[in-house]
């Protein structure tokens, strides 16, 4: 619990997250004024959404800025082990496994409330500017609420393995980035569109195709593939930064 109530501290102190949160916001009006904003002013525009579709497309949208959790969490772990506050850090504590489970509980945490303030600002705009009527049920509305919190706890250890390995924030940022353009560019080869994080963490929250975009997808993951190809992305993800801090030098 002493490395749990420090890492709040450290993220919450630092000024880092707080501008991360603005920008993400800040994102999040940017797609909500291209989604329901310039549909009515361009019709050739394809994007024109209603309700209560328009909800879940928030989400999808708000789930894929997978830099937030990605950025904090290289940030967060690369910034000590490239110095010598994490060799500080474990003659206090030399479990690897409990700080690894303090910066993945507070990081994703913290990453995971930012998330669901970016999906309740792009559902207000729905809720305000959207045309149609209704909302979501409440159990869809809880799996948006856990959904978002598995892929948050993915990207967040993403992050944290790429630190962790290579001991710089520079690096670990880009190599995160790097896997998320590879995963996404390789999904167009139908041999790894199964397995393909990006593509399963996004249907794990809903239909690919609701703003009527063809065949241009391809077929859509089964709930149950997509839960499962996102656990196991999160295992491994798991796995490879407890290994990286293992038997990497301090």
């Known amino acids: 619990m002493g490395l749990v109530q420090a890492e709040i501290l450290k993220i919450s102190k630092r000024r880092v997250f707080w501008v991360m949160l603005i920008i993400l916001l800040v994102l999040t009006a940017f797609t909500a004024l291209i989604f329901l904003v310039a549909p009515r002013f361009a019709e050739?525009?394809?994007?024109?959404v209603e309700k209560p579709s328009a909800y879940l497309i928030g989400a999808q949208q708000v789930a894929g800025q997978t830099w937030f959790p990605l950025i904090l969490a290289a940030m967060l772990l690369g910034g000590e082990v490239a110095s010598t506050a994490w060799a500080s850090a474990l003659t206090r504590e030399s479990r690897r496994a409990r700080?690894?489970?303090?910066?993945?509980?507070?990081?994703?945490?913290?990453?995971?409330?930012?998330?669901?303030?970016?999906?309740?600002?792009?559902?207000?705009?729905?809720?305000?500017?959207?045309?149609?009527?209704?909302?979501?049920?409440?159990?869809?509305?809880?799996?948006?609420?856990?959904?978002?919190?598995l892929i948050t706890l993915t990207w967040v250890a993403i992050g944290l393995a790429a630190a962790a390995w290579l001991r710089s924030v520079g690096p670990a940022i880009a190599a995160g980035l790097a896997f998320n353009f590879v995963d996404q560019l390789a999904a167009l080869w139908a041999p790894y569109r199964r397995i393909s994080f990006s593509i399963n963490s996004a249907a794990l929250l809903g239909p690919l195709d609701v703003i009527n975009v063809g065949d241009i997808?391809?077929?859509?993951?089964?709930?149950?593939?997509?839960?499962?190809?996102?656990?196991?992305?999160?295992?491994?993800?798991?796995?490879?930064?407890?290994?990286?801090?293992?038997?990497r030098d301090a």
């Open 217 to 247: 997808l391809g077929d859509t993951p089964e709930f149950g593939q997509a839960l499962a190809v996102v656990l196991a992305w999160t295992i491994l993800a798991v796995v490879a930064a407890w290994a990286g801090l293992q038997y």
């Open 44 to 48: 050739d525009i394809p994007l024109r």
């Open 99 to 149: 700080h690894l489970f303090a910066r993945l509980s507070v990081t994703t945490a913290g990453s995971w409330l930012a998330m669901l303030l970016a999906v309740g600002a792009f559902s207000i705009a729905v809720a305000i500017i959207a045309d149609g009527s209704g909302t979501l049920e409440g159990s869809e509305w809880f799996g948006i609420f856990w959904k978002t919190g």
